[in-house]
Structures are given as structure tokens and as C-alpha cells.
């Protein structure tokens, strides 16, 4: 099985200020058809997660554009420009190019 | 607007068996795989299941196999979780997901399976 491994496990941030999220494979992530299939997804407290960031960098859809996914092969991150009180919550990375899908451990953004 | 309600959760003793349930309402059903995943009070995200957009084709985790059955009915527009011989550790919020080119697009509110004797 491919393990996430994100860090830190907590990120207290000053509203307006930039917040990044680093997320490991333990292999790489290149699909056999050339893509790689890493997204990241938003918890907020007591809600469903909701997708951010699909194949490494791409916004889905109706997410603000202070979101950026980067990365390639092992190594990706996941950056907010400009953390907003509602971007509070746990972000998680996650892997559907090979089974099991599998997903980080979470990372917590909190507002100092 | 999009819409995946789950349903069908409770508390059942160790050994029993749930059948979850989630209707899909707001897009078009039979265009999406189905997943289900869990989340274990206060823990991160589990995979659990996956069924191709035609039912053809299905996916476990290891630690559901064999003892956990994923279905669909497009014509109900209604994806299923059959969960047998169900244990302490089974105990979780499940969410069922919609995706399409392997990204997860929408999400249910989740339903809370509690196994406990």
C-alpha cells in the first residue's frame, strides 16, 4: 500500500498570513497513462470533506483561487495564500493511483 | 443542487450485519463511480469500497474484504453498502463519495455505524 505521510500535524496561522501543507508518497504517484493522481480535500469541523486540488494542482470546481496545489513524483503541497477564518479545519492528501486509495494523516490549520 | 444522503446506520451487535444506503440526486448518477469511506471517531479517512458507474466492476480495502459488499442501482440512482460479520473496529462515521477520473467530486453528510455489544 502507498502511505501519505503529511506534516506538520498542526498549523496555527495568523488570519492573512500564508499557510503550506507538505505530503509525502512513499512511491511515486505517475500513473501508468501519464497523470498523478493526488488531491487534496478540506474538512471543516463537523462537515463531509470537500475536494480542493485534484491531479496535483487543479482547482475544483467553486474553490477559491487563494488555494494551490504543486508537487511531482513523491513530494507535493498544498499552500493557502491567504488563510481566511473559514478555511479552519483538517486537510488531507490523498492517492487513487493505485489500490487501496489511501490518504494522509491530516493536517490541522488553525487560527492563532 | 448535488445530493448524497446516506442512510441506514445504527448500532448493531458484534457479528451483525447493516445495509447502507445512499441516494444521489443533482448529477448524473450513472456517469460516476461510487465510493464509500469511512472515518473512525476523532481519526483520519479510510477507503472502503468502490463500484464502476455501470456496477461492473468493484474494489475493497483489505480490511473489509470478504465480509463487506458494495452495489448499485442506477435505476434508483441509489448506492449500496452491505456490511456483514461486523466488528468493534468497523465502528465509524461512512461517508459516501461520487467520482470520475479518479477524484473524489462529491461527498454525503455521512452515517454513524456504531458496533457495540
Known amino acids: 500500500d502507498i502511505v501519505m505521510t503529511q506534516t506538520p500535524l498542526s498549523s496555527p496561522v495568523t488570519l492573512g498570513q500564508p499557510a503550506s501543507i507538505s505530503c509525502r508518497s512513499s512511491?511515486?504517484?505517475?500513473?501508468?497513462?501519464?497523470?498523478?493522481?493526488l488531491s487534496w480535500l478540506q474538512q471543516r469541523p463537523g462537515q463531509p470533506p470537500r475536494l480542493l486540488i485534484y491531479q496535483i494542482s487543479n482547482r475544483f470546481s467553486g474553490v477559491p483561487d487563494r488555494f494551490s496545489g504543486s508537487g511531482a513524483g513523491t513530494d507535493f503541497t498544498l499552500k493557502i495564500s491567504r488563510v481566511e477564518a473559514e478555511d479552519v479545519g483538517v486537510y488531507y492528501c490523498?492517492?487513487?493511483?493505485?489500490?487501496?486509495?489511501?490518504f494522509g494523516g491530516g493536517t490541522k490549520v488553525e487560527i492563532k | 443542487q448535488v445530493q448524497l444522503v446516506e442512510s441506514g446506520g445504527g448500532v448493531v451487535q458484534p457479528g451483525g450485519s447493516l445495509r447502507l444506503s445512499c441516494a444521489a440526486s443533482?448529477?448524473?448518477?450513472?456517469?460516476?463511480?461510487m465510493n464509500w469511506v469511512r472515518q473512525a471517531p476523532g481519526k483520519g479517512l479510510e477507503w472502503v469500497a468502490f463500484v464502476k458507474y455501470d456496477g461492473t466492476t468493484k474494489y475493497y480495502a483489505d480490511s473489509v474484504k470478504g465480509r463487506f459488499a458494495i452495489s448499485r442501482d442506477n435505476s434508483k440512482n441509489t448506492a449500496y453498502l452491505q456490511m456483514n460479520s461486523l466488528r468493534a473496529e468497523d465502528t465509524s462515521l461512512y461517508y459516501c463519495?461520487?467520482?470520475?477520473?479518479?477524484?473524489?467530486?462529491?461527498w454525503g453528510q455521512g452515517v454513524l455505524v456504531t458496533v457495540s455489544s
Open positions: 463519495a461520487g467520482s470520475t477520473s479518479r477524484k473524489f467530486d462529491y
Open positions: 490523498m492517492q487513487s493511483t493505485q489500490l487501496p486509495l489511501t
Open positions: 512511491q511515486s504517484l505517475v500513473h501508468s497513462d501519464g497523470n498523478t493522481y
Open positions: 443533482g448529477f448524473t448518477f450513472t456517469t460516476y463511480g
